[in-house]
């Protein structure tokens, strides 16, 4: 069965919750499209507004982050169950910032993993080497094991409906897209590391998407490879640009 499209856009640290529901109500009619998932990622204060607004359309709501536990004291978190009660289907886990800037590592994500399947919240979950490990040739090793930590005790089950992005940090926000053959070229080897953990059906039932610097002019060749179905969108995202991207064919 072929896979379907998941365009996701991550909206960061941008859009008050005002501005969440102007740029909603713009690229609600640009962003239909019956034949893609579409997801809007957006800050945690703008969830309830952008739900709201979204209502009647094809968009989704995700969140851009979770923590792992229920409930108690963390403050300054939020949880799987909070996400949940106002309609939240995706949260992005494991952005290359967060590893940057918030000390999130493989271990804190695969824990978020296991409790956003158990909220039956799919994850998007991000890995992609630096430009560094690129030139030293280890970019798929990397990979390799943000992904086998990052599914540790994550059933076949669960990880037919997730979501895999494909991030290169030396692409995120710079305006470097990776080229279409690099881009493939990790996808894959990304598919064949879930055949090794999982199984052949697995790895084909599970969505794998690349993310950096996408833009209207390099989705379509992207999206149109066999391992890509689709992409996790930052700047791009908070444009009206986001509707061409999403009816890239
Ligand atoms: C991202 O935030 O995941 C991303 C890919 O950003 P950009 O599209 O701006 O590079």
Redesign the pocket.
Known sequence: MARRKIVAG?W?MNMTPSEAVKLVETLKPLVANDDVDVVFCVPAIDIIPVIEVAKGSNIQVGAENMYFEEKGAYTGEISPAMLTDVGVKYVVLG?S?RREYFAETSETVNKKMLKAFEHGITPIM?CGESLEQREQGITMDWIRQQVKVGFLNVTAEQAKTAVI?Y?PIW????GKTATTEQAQEVCAGIRQCIAEIYDDATAAAIRIQY????NAKTAPELFAQADIDGG??????LKEEFGQIVNYK
Do not use: F, P, Q
């Open positions: 991550n960061k952005h910032e991000c992005a991030e692409a995120i926000g710079t993310g950096g610097s996408v996790l969108v930052g700047g791009a995202s």
